[in-house]
């Protein structure tokens, strides 16, 4: 059974930081590209950044330079650095597990006070 387990969320106030972490489990993670997504009520859940298996990583502009993916492959587990939070990162956050299937986390919610 394929799980995806994220936690680090919660409410933080504008300018401060949260780590997410997923860890995963059911899968072989060193094959799996890793994702964070996000989505906001009302909106399309959207990228916010991925790490390949050869730990290549890709950022959506809206979070480049404040937010960093990292994967540590010894505990099959993902994280995602976010400092410098702004209103406008409040969402939902997801983890996504992609090479042959694709499975997704429950999410976790990030809430930033202005």
């Known amino acids: 059974q394929v799980q995806l387990v994220e936690s680090g969320g919660g409410l933080v106030q504008a300018g401060g930081s949260l780590r997410l972490s997923c860890t995963a489990s059911g899968i072989i993670f060193t094959r799996n590209t890793m994702a964070w997504y996000r989505q906001a009520p009302g909106k399309q859940r959207r990228l916010v950044a991925t790490i390949t298996s050869a730990g290549s990583t890709d950022y959506a502009d809206s979070v480049k330079g404040r937010f960093t993916i990292s994967r540590d492959n010894a505990k099959n587990t993902v994280y995602l650095q976010m400092n410098s939070l702004k209103p406008e990162d409040t969402a939902v956050y997801y983890c996504?597990?992609?090479?042959?299937?694709?499975?997704w986390g429950q999410g976790t919610q990030v809430t930033v006070s202005s």
């Open positions: 996504k597990a992609s090479s042959d299937y694709i499975y």
